[in-house]
T-cell receptor, first 111, second 113 residues
Framework: GEDVEQSLFLSVREGDSSVINCTYTDSSSTYLYWYKQEPGAGLQLLTYIFSNMDMKQDQRLTVLLNKKDKHLSLRIADTQTGDSAIYFCAERKVIDYKLSFGAGTTVTVRA | GAGVSQSPSNKVTEKGKDVELRCDPISGHTALYWYRQRLGQGLEFLIYFQGNSAPDKSGLPSDRFSAERTGESVSTLTIQRTQQEDSAVYLC???????????FGPGTRLTVL
């Protein structure tokens, strides 16, 4: 099974906030990433957080990290139709170059 | 080019045939990665190249899979005697170094009939 787990689907109304959740396994120094994949396109890095941080905000995106529960979330404020995509959570140990991905959450934005 | 490119974008082949997938990394990126994305699953690491160092092949699922890279340029992933379970999207990424942001190509969708 995968070390990084995500819920598979999320449906949200346009203008509402989306929250995508992820759990990871590595408790050591780790980078945690959120990628976006649109149809026919490669993965686009949205944001990342280091494991010694609790929160990171970047415009409409807020990443929250609960180290005790090894839980990571991505909140998208004022969700737009262009936010419809698959969102991947990934982790990378500081000493490694390999990314470990979750299965991806398909976000559908409805009018 | 400006980004990572891959070819072909789609490949349909018959079981037992060999296929070759190509990746053109971003110019100047010394590190190159191949990942496999099966339907409904996350990306699985396959292989990593860094400059002239020996590649990390630890993710290759069987000896039917191999990859080459000449210097810091193009890489090819070869799958011999394809099986139906090889059907997936194969993604390539490159980065300035092994611990820097990975930039992904659009992938090659492989379908083995």
């Amino acid at each position: 099974g995968e070390d990084v787990e995500q819920s598979l689907f999320l449906s949200v109304r346009e203008g509402d906030s989306s929250v995508i959740n992820c759990t990871y396994t590595d408790s050591s120094s780790t980078y945690l990433y959120w990628y976006k994949q649109e149809p026919g396109a490669g993965l686009q890095l949205l944001t990342y957080i280091f494991s010694n941080m609790d929160m990171k905000q970047d415009q409409r995106l807020t990443v929250l990290l609960n180290k005790k529960d090894k839980h990571l979330s991505l909140r998208i404020a004022d969700t737009q139709t262009g936010d419809s995509a698959i969102y991947f959570c990934a982790e990378r140990k500081v000493i490694d170059y390999k990314l470990s991905f979750g299965a991806g959450t398909t976000v559908t934005v409805r009018a | 080019g400006a980004g990572v490119s891959q070819s072909p974008s789609n490949k349909v082949t018959e079981k037992g045939k060999d296929v070759e997938l190509r990746c053109d990394p971003i110019s100047g990126h010394t590190a190159l990665y191949w990942y496999r994305q099966r339907l409904g699953q996350g990306l699985e690491f396959l292989i990593y190249f860094q400059g002239n160092s020996a590649p990390d092949k630890s993710g290759l699922p069987s000896d039917r899979f191999s990859a080459e890279r000449t210097g810091e340029s193009v890489s090819t992933l070869t799958i011999q005697r394809t099986q139906q379970e090889d059907s997936a999207v194969y993604l390539c990424a490159s980065s300035l170094g092994g611990f820097n942001e990975q930039f992904f190509g659009p992938g090659t969708r492989l379908t083995v009939l």
